[in-house]
C-alpha cells in the first residue's frame, strides 16, 4: 500500500512572533447559526460569494499555526499544494456523509480548531482568545475583506457567550422543515456507518493519532458492529427515534435563541426560499451585515435535495409532536 504524502502540518504555534502584528485587526464575525444537516454549508457558500467576507477553509485549519508565517513568507500555495497531494495520496475526495467535495480551499466548521486546541466544538471561555485569533488571522490572511464568516452548527444556542467576546457579532440563522434535518441526519450517520473515515479522523486528531477521539472511533466500532449486523433499513429504524428527538431538542433551542436576540444583531433566513432565489436572499442580508455586496456575484450552484428515507414516511406528525414537547420542557 502506497505511503501517504506526509502534509507537514505544523506542531508548534509558528506564529506567535507575528500575532502582535494582527492585535488591532477589528472582531467582528457574521456567524451562521442553524442545525446540523440544515443547509449550514449552502448558506456560507452564498454568503462567501456575495460579500466581501474571509473564510475558514481547510487550509486555513490544517495549518492555522503557520497561517501568519506562511502570508509573510508567501508559501501559502505551497502548503495549500502540500494539502492537496495528500489528500489525494489517502484517497479522500469528498466528505464521505454527503458527497461534499474536499479540497485545501474546501470551507470547514470552526467548531473542529476548538476541539482540536481545547477540547470542546463550542465556544467558551477557555477558548475565547483562541477564537480571536482565528478571526483576526483570517482577516489577516486574506485580502479586501471587512469580516469574518463562521460557522459551527455546534454553537447554536450559544449566541450569548459569542456575544460575550465578540460583542460585534451578527449571526444569520437559517430554517428547514425538521423532517428534512431529520432526513439529512440519518443519511448521513448511515453513510457514516459504510465505511472508515479518514477525513473526519483528520480533523479530530490534534496530534495524538487516534488516541485524540479514542472514545468516538470505539462508538463507532460498536454501530458499524450493528450495522452490519441487522442491516442499512433497520439500523434505520433503530436510530431513527433517537436522532429525532435529537432534532426536536435541537429545534427548541434554535426557536427560543433567535427570539431572543435583538432584531439588529440576527435574521432568519428560510431554506427554501434560499434555494428558490439565492441572490435575493442575499441582498436581504445587507442590512444587518453593513457590507458592499459584490457587483459580480459567481455563480450560486443549487444542488437539489436528497429523497425522505422510506424509513421516514408518515413520521413527520410523530416528530412534531417531539418538537413540541422540546418547547415546552425549554
Not at 452490519?228 to 431538542?249: H, T
Request: charged share 25%; aromatic share 8%.
Amino acid at each position: 500500500m502506497k505511503r501517504p504524502v506526509n502534509a507537514n502540518f505544523p506542531a508548534a504555534d509558528e506564529d506567535h512572533a507575528l500575532l502582535s502584528d494582527i492585535a488591532d485587526l477589528p472582531l467582528r464575525p457574521v456567524l451562521i447559526m442553524g442545525l446540523h444537516r440544515s443547509g449550514t454549508t449552502f448558506l456560507y457558500d452564498c454568503v462567501s460569494k456575495s460579500f466581501p467576507v474571509a473564510h475558514l477553509s481547510l487550509y486555513h485549519l490544517l495549518y492555522f499555526d503557520r497561517l501568519l508565517s506562511n502570508k509573510a513568507n508567501d508559501k501559502e500555495q505551497e502548503d495549500k499544494d502540500l494539502l492537496n497531494r495528500y489528500f489525494l495520496s489517502r484517497g479522500i475526495s469528498d466528505r464521505n456523509i454527503d458527497g461534499t467535495h474536499i479540497d485545501a480551499d474546501a470551507v470547514e466548521e470552526y467548531g473542529f480548531l476548538l476541539r482540536k486546541k481545547s477540547g470542546t466544538f463550542k465556544l467558551a471561555d477557555k477558548n475565547a482568545a483562541l477564537f480571536t485569533h482565528l478571526c483576526k488571522k483570517l482577516l489577516a490572511v486574506q485580502n479586501d475583506t471587512h469580516a469574518v464568516l463562521l460557522k459551527n452548527p455546534w454553537d447554536t444556542g450559544n449566541a450569548k457567550t459569542i456575544l460575550k467576546h465578540a460583542p460585534e457579532a451578527r449571526f444569520i440563522y437559517i430554517s428547514r422543515e425538521p423532517i428534512a434535518v431529520l432526513n439529512s441526519m440519518l443519511n448521513a450517520l448511515l453513510s457514516y456507518l459504510e465505511g472508515p473515515q479518514d477525513y473526519l479522523e483528520i480533523l479530530l486528531d490534534n496530534g495524538r493519532g487516534r488516541s485524540s477521539y479514542r472514545t468516538g472511533y470505539i462508538a463507532w466500532l460498536l454501530l458499524r458492529g450493528v450495522r452490519k449486523l441487522i442491516g442499512r433499513n433497520n439500523c434505520a429504524r433503530l436510530f431513527r427515534r433517537l436522532l429525532a428527538k435529537d432534532v426536536a431538542r435541537q429545534v427548541a433551542v434554535y426557536k427560543a435563541e433567535i427570539a431572543s436576540l435583538p432584531k439588529n444583531r440576527a435574521i432568519e433566513i428560510d431554506y427554501r426560499t434560499l434555494v428558490a432565489d439565492p441572490a435575493a436572499t442575499m441582498r436581504s442580508l445587507q442590512a444587518l451585515l453593513d457590507l458592499p455586496i459584490k457587483q459580480n456575484q459567481d455563480v450560486i450552484e443549487v444542488k437539489s435535495s436528497g429523497r425522505l428515507n422510506p424509513i421516514l414516511m408518515n413520521y413527520e406528525a410523530v416528530l412534531n409532536k417531539f418538537v413540541s414537547k422540546a418547547e415546552i420542557r425549554l
